[in-house]
């Protein structure tokens, strides 16, 4: 893939993250979403499942990259505690669990942008 097709495709696997996001802190206000938009585990949902793929192919030997996976791994390894609450009724825990994992959530977008920005200024241009 060209530079500019990689740049491209980490803004959309971000877009996707944040939509990710914006489904659990759905959850957290009381609506109802189906399992998929908002999958558990971090393979599953559409961030983790392009960071698996064509993101490792491409960029597994990018230190920032495997900064990445670190946060992310540990956005879900939170939102697992925000599920365990609302399956057992606690609202008020799951909320306070969600403003940790929001916290997290932009760290995650914040090291996405730094490796869109290490792609932009790389020097090879196929990736």
Known sequence: MTKLEAVCIVRQAKSSHIRWRAYVQAMLVGI???????PLHHKECNFGQWFYRDGFASFAHWPLFQDVEYTHELLHAVYL??????????LGRARII??????????????IDLLQQEIQSAEQEVF
């Not at 969600?98 to 090291?111: D, P």
């Open 32 to 38: 109802e979403i189906q399992t998929s938009q908002a």
């Open 81 to 90: 505690l925000i599920h365990q609450a609302l399956q057992d009724g606690d």
């Open 98 to 111: 969600g403003e940790q994992m929001v916290g997290i959530s932009y760290s995650l977008v914040e090291t």
